[in-house]
């Protein structure tokens, strides 16, 4: 007998009367999310809390009924299922309906006061968004530019620091009526293992590439000093947080032409490629699209072309962050991007069809293995195929010509360091602070004190001035009002090498990694779709070792791909602090 007063048949049964009943409320919630994300009105938004509170309500409900059943005759499959179930949800909410839809409100309402945010910068009379705040974080070199477009965005999170609140409450209730501690302890099981040694995995990894971070970041804070003086940035402290081209300085791809290798002449410019053959956001995407039909891969449905939102309306307010979607677990996927003709947007949109081949890729297994084998492999795929993204690559496909001047090797690499290596203590610290958040540890007197004492740790970057707690700078960053896991990212950022370097072998890629790419290999897709097609009816290292042939998490590929630099890096550090 698994659980008490449990009934010994009939979990088959259950579980077909409860996938089908949570494919009909998964489908609302899609649609109704999609609605609100691309015309955000006041209507939009209560029919979108709704229809989750709808979502939520069941799956509580479904989740606490299946403890009635025994799972000793079960099949491996439907023991699977029984245990997805609980752990479904990355918001759980009180069974009080009233309760219930006002924690899915509260989250709506986060989400939209963050996409309606705006500032007017210095110099100029008229507004603008995030998107255009972040431009002036990548182009302008005048420091008081830079701190007044961090500052001005940073004043979205004033106004949510009392919802927030209140959710962490709402959304830890429901947490443990699902018999979780609090929500940080729901999010870190959902990895096949206790959620301590979730945590102690995490900590592994972190370590694993630390030492290559903080040599990073010495070799930055220096090249930085030359260009903004010692008054700007400390000798052996930490970076200020407006200098590194990006708002919340996750990656610093954007300043790559302050940083340069200094014997580095010219170099390829991505964007600028881009921009003068007079790209159009739908092509960008076909780029993407193409890669992944190199591989094998069906091509994109025509209804992927007429439903996607690919730029901004200029008639509403919409949610510009970018994202994938399934709306009907089947084969309507679809993006939704303010596209902007641009390198860094050239990667997202791969990151996107990556989610989009991976939901088509499980679509055929029952409702609740229609998940990737954990989410860090969901943030992984599209990042996989983008690391594919070479200069031979780009040669191949028309977007350089013969003769172009590339960066040379420690160039490549260093740019894409700025990209990946500097993300790696963002992508820990986001969920590091709200671990500590749903556990009580951190009370809402001191939210942004401990926000940025984490950043400080982990990254090595402090606020343009010092912040008090009547900011919220959390909520600036849009997967905290939206109440996105972001463990997951950094997971990515990690799995995303060893990927890479498992498929770069079936493609038989000789040289090295950071050369190679499986464009129109078989063989690299044949392999990756084995995985995709798993979803999560595997526990993950299954999925991971279809696709490596491991079955740990492992920065090795990483630290594989980037060695070059890691030595170019030791010599440049020479005789210079490391450290904050
Ligand atoms: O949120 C995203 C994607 C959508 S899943 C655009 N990313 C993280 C971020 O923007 O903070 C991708 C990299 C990290
Ligand atoms: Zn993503």
Request: glycine share 8%.
């Amino acid at each position: 007998m698994g659980v008490s007063g449990g009934v010994s048949s009939g979990i088959g049964a259950f579980l077909h009367r409860a996938e089908s009943r949570l494919l009909d409320l998964s489908i609302e919630a899609q649609q109704a999310d999609w609605v609100y994300a691309t015309h955000i009105t006041l209507d939009s938004e209560a029919v979108a809390a709704k229809a989750n509170s709808r979502l939520i309500g069941a799956t509580v409900e479904l989740a606490k009924e299946s403890t009635r059943y025994t799972t000793d005759r079960a099949s491996p499959e439907e023991a699977r299922k029984t245990k997805l179930l609980r752990l479904a949800l990355s918001l759980a909410a009180p069974s009080n309906v009233t309760e219930s839809q006002e924690l899915t409100a509260l989250v709506a309402a986060m989400q939209g006061a963050y996409a309606k945010g705006r500032h007017v910068p210095l110099g100029s009379s008229e507004p603008v968004d995030l998107q255009a705040l972040s431009r002036i974080l990548t182009e302008s070199r005048d420091p008081a530019a830079l701190e007044d477009a961090w500052t001005g965005w940073h004043r979205v999170g004033h106004g949510m620091r009392a919802d927030f609140t209140r959710y962490v409450d709402l959304a830890n209730r429901g947490a443990r009526e699902l018999g979780f501690e609090d929500t940080g302890v729901m999010w870190r099981s959902k990895y096949d293992m206790p959620p301590e040694q979730f945590a102690q995995e995490v900590d592994r990894l972190w370590q694993q590439v630390e030492p290559f971070y903080r040599s990073l970041h010495a070799y930055v804070r220096r090249r930085l000093r030359g260009t903004y003086g010692d008054a700007q940035v400390p000798v052996a402290g930490p970076i200020p947080a407006h200098l590194l081209g990006n708002m919340w300085s996750q990656s610093w791809e954007g300043i790559y032409p302050l940083l340069a290798p200094p014997q580095e002449g010219a170099h390829f410019d991505l964007t600028k490629a881009l921009v003068s053959r007079g790209t159009t956001p739908e092509q960008l995407v076909r780029y993407a699209e193409r890669f992944f039909v190199s591989l094998g891969l069906e091509p994109l449905p025509a209804s992927f072309w007429e439903r996607s939102m690919l730029t901004r309306p200029r008639d509403r307010e919409v949610v510009c962050h970018a994202s994938a979607w399934d709306l009907d677990y089947a084969d309507d996927i679809r993006i939704k991007m303010c596209i902007e003709i641009t390198g860094e947007d050239f990667q997202t949109v791969h990151h996107e069809l990556g989610h989009n081949f991976y939901q088509r890729a499980y679509a055929r297994q029952p409702f609740l293995f229609r998940e990737s084998a954990h989410d860090g492999f969901h943030e992984a795929v599209g990042d996989t195929i983008a690391l594919s993204v070479t200069p031979e690559y780009l040669l191949r496909i028309g977007l350089s010509e013969p003769g172009t001047p590339e960066a040379d090797d420690t160039g490549l690499l260093l740019h894409r360091a700025l990209e990946k290596v500097a993300f790696l203590p963002f992508g820990l610290a986001v969920d590091r602070w709200r671990w500590k958040v749903f556990s009580g540890a951190i009370g809402p007197a001191d939210y942004n004190r401990t926000w940025w004492e984490v950043r400080t740790q982990y990254q090595g970057v402090a606020p343009p001035a010092p912040r008090g707690e009547e900011e919220f700078d959390p909520g600036a960053k849009y997967h905290v009002p939206a109440n996105v896991p972001y463990m997951r990212y950094f997971l990515a950022d990690i799995l995303q090498f060893q990927f890479h370097r498992a498929l770069a072998k079936d493609a038989g890629a000789g040289g090295p990694l950071h050369r190679a790419s499986i464009f129109e290999s078989r063989e690299a897709g044949h392999r990756l779709l084995a995985m995709l097609e798993l979803g999560q009816s595997r526990e993950w290292p299954d999925a991971l070792e279809v696709l490596t042939g491991e079955r740990r998490m492992d920065a090795a590929g990483l630290l594989e791909y980037f060695a070059p630099l890691r030595r170019w890096l030791d010599e440049q550090n020479e005789g210079h602090p490391i450290g904050w």
